[in-house]
């Protein structure tokens, strides 16, 4: 059996139409699990950066009360060193040292929350990134169609093939 040149040239053209698909559907396929990685990825760092809230919340509480409790002993050792010494607290400069430190402790407090709700602000920052960077990646993973890749790809080579055989059968050689 013998086949013509149009036969062989559709099968030809059959043969690079389907690599052309599987190459575009491996392609899109590829695409679409990139995307997905990234979207899990910043979903799991969202849930990182909720706990690293929560520490940072902690932390902020475990140092106010560490700043506390080291205000509290160094009034308790001024009033019982002004106290040893047989000096009254209720006024001048033993009153004025108390409350310094007042005002120190206040300022220390002060700074401390502060700090806490910077870092609380950053990290509520960095995880609402993370939530866009997902959502980002998700628009784009959803509009990945592996299949209509490779259709379209199938289809775009058969009809550059049919074009190519259709101008070589017509075209007026000498």
């Known amino acids: 059996m ?13 043969f690079k139409a389907g690599l052309s698909s599987y190459k575009a559907t491996a392609k899109a396929t590829y695409e679409l699990a990139y995307y997905q990685h990234i979207v899990n990825n910043a979903q799991m760092n969202q849930i990182l950066t909720m706990a ?17 409790l080291k205000f509290k002993r160094l ?9 040893s010494r047989n000096i ?3 006024g001048g400069t033993p009153l004025d ?3 310094s430190t007042n005002v120190i402790e206040a300022v220390d407090r002060e700074t401390i929350a502060a700090n806490t709700e910077n870092e609380v602000f950053g990290l509520n920052v960095k995880k609402f990134n993370y939530k866009s960077e997902a959502d980002i990646a998700r628009a784009k993973a959803s509009s990945i169609s592996p299949g209509r890749a490779g259709s379209m790809a199938f ?4 009809l550059g093939s049919a074009g190519d055989y259709a101008a070589m059968k017509y075209s007026k050689v000498g």
């Open 97 to 99: 040292i108390i409350l």
């Open 75 to 83: 009034k308790a050792s001024q009033k019982a060193g002004f106290a």
């Open 155 to 158: 289809m775009s080579s058969l």
């Open 88 to 90: 009254l607290m209720t």
């Open 2 to 14: 013998s086949l013509t040149y149009g036969q062989m040239f559709i099968g030809t053209s059959l």
């Open 52 to 68: 690293e809230i929560r520490n940072a919340e902690k932390r902020g509480r475990v140092e106010e009360n560490a700043n506390r």
